[in-house]
């Protein structure tokens, strides 16, 4: 019966990560990060502000609080999961959070401690002294020990990589700022101005495709490469024309940056408005200047804008305050009503089902429940957990005589298994059948099994008796003939493939060759011992002809998963359902993501005309999404015609 233990304790002293990164998440409540404004002319003060924002929003922009763990839930999770999702984290080419970490190794750390524990009780419970117990380190433990340091190696080498990355681009955007300086402080003349500005653009667009520098750095090169760019514009006089057409880009890449940022303040996710107002700040630093007659009133729309969107992000956590209280509230009354039980009034299994159904239902509402205030977590946790604790451990007492009778069923069953499994390859189709069919009916009689042998013991004795009637069907000569007919239908769509004539233009032979492929699939079953060798003929015939076509990589994908789920298929239709619900899965997955994208990139549509390299790439992302659903929708076409 499921019970619930206290969290692991946070004496790990890297534990205390997570302790940080929680405070910090409590300070941007409370100050919510509404970002300073200023006048255009503070512009550095304003993105030294800006970049502390994003660089502290990047470290805690999921803020977690341990997950209160039933018993019920760590019985289902075992070390062997844990090791496997940490082998996951170490083979996965993208870094997990940090967080993720930390949590994977606090609930492998808890079992190994509750073994041990487990393992002291029987110890001390054999008769032995419990000093003389002495825990010992399992494999498992030293290889999840291991792979967790690896996982660090691998972090620490990334961020070398990192840091190796913004030293190089560091000392790029410092010879920028040297070439900038030179070309100021050469005269030129009207004819090669036209030169000179080219150089200077080209120089600036590189700039700004130079991202990730050190952070203490990244100020004073942002001030030394403005001030240039301002130098420029102001020194070079006979640029008007072209300052003046530099300036009018601007205001539009800005204004149509103003525009997004309103229509994001009606944006009901005020987390990611907050995010997206950061990215849309760093666009507007990489933006040169515009007229400096319009520049503080294009400044004070920008900031009116992002106050909004500040504003709802300080809100969002004001509520979720004020939830937690609230959540605090149910959690109470659920260890209130598992606390009154009165146990005497528990006198029959009926009874005790009903209550355990309650407590159940407690336990999962329980779960349904998000964080409460954080300095009433653990009591609250621990209240909960002992008033379940005491139920259960009496309910135990209670079916102790009742697990009795399920290992004598057990026992039977499995003899039954036995007889079943000795049967299995008999060729006596007669006398077999009526034995078979007497064990089964055996079967129903006996009561039943504890739920964790239920599932093994009946799929074992299924097995059999399946496995019996598999081969005496298989044995009928009906369905032999038909299966030879099959394959010799086969065998003739082999030869038609490899006779295709190649006089017909592509699409002409493109169509035969698909409907070839089509009575492949629909020639039905051929003995078994012929099967993979006639599939083998048929895939390089197809192969072939589809090379010489020059088929797309897509039609051939789907003719090979059509051959698969053929394989599949002879499993019996129901072997099919499966993968048709992960094709389901996949097709929401996808119209999903292509709404999202769809959805994103209103706020980045512009009238500009140099419109958005970011508005391009979302473009080429829902392409793909949508190539990559219709290739989906073939295969959920392709998996339902065999079912019908």
Known sequence: MPKFKAPATKSDIKQGFVKINHFALRIIEKKSFILPFHSEESNSNIEDNIHITILTMSELIEPTQPAETTEATASEVKKEDLLLKMKEFLQSETLPARSDVESLRHNFQRLVSAEQKRLKAQFVEAGNAESDFVSATTEQENEFQTLYTQLKEKRAEALARETAEKEANLQRKLQIIAELEAMLDNETSIDDFGK?????KKLQKEWNEIKLVPQEQEN?????????????????????????????????LKTAIIEAVERLAGDADAVSAFHQLQNFHQEW?????????????????????STVINKKHQQHFEDIKAREEENLTRK???CE??????????TSVKLWEEKSKEVLELQALWKT???????????????????C??????????????????????????????RAEALKDSTDWKKTTEELTALQAEWKTIGTVARKHSDAVWNRFRAACDHFFEQKKQSTSRQRGEELQNMEKKQQIIAEIKALSHDLSEDEAHEQLRALLRRWHEAGRVPFRYKDKLHKEMQEAADEQFARLRSGKSERKLQAFKSSIEEIGQGGKGKLLPERERLMRQVTRLRTEIQTYENNIGFLSVSSKGGSGLLKEMENKIQGLKTALDETLDKLAAVDKMLD
Request: proline share 2%; hydrophobic share 40%.
């Open 389 to 418: 604790d005491k139920f259960f451990n009496t309910k135990s007492e209670y079916f102790k005589q009742v697990r009795l009778s399920f290992d004598e069923n057990l026992a039977r069953k499995v003899a039954l298994c036995e």
């Open 285 to 305: 630093r990489e933006i040169g200047p515009v007229d400096k007659s319009i520049r503080e009133e294009l400044w004070a729309r920008f900031k009116e804008a």
């Open 220 to 252: 004073d090169l942002w001030k030394s490469f403005h001030r240039c760019q301002e130098h420029f514009y102001d020194l070079v006089r006979i640029n008007n024309e072209m300052r003046d057409y530099d300036f009018k880009k601007n205001l539009e």
């Open 332 to 334: 109470t009354e659920i």
């Open 337 to 346: 009503k598992i606390e009154a039980i009165d146990f005497e009034a528990l």
């Open 196 to 200: 000179q500005f080219a150089e200077f």
């Open 369 to 387: 429940i998000s964080f409460v205030p954080k300095k009433v977590n653990t009591a609250i946790f621990e209240r909960f957990r002992m008033a």
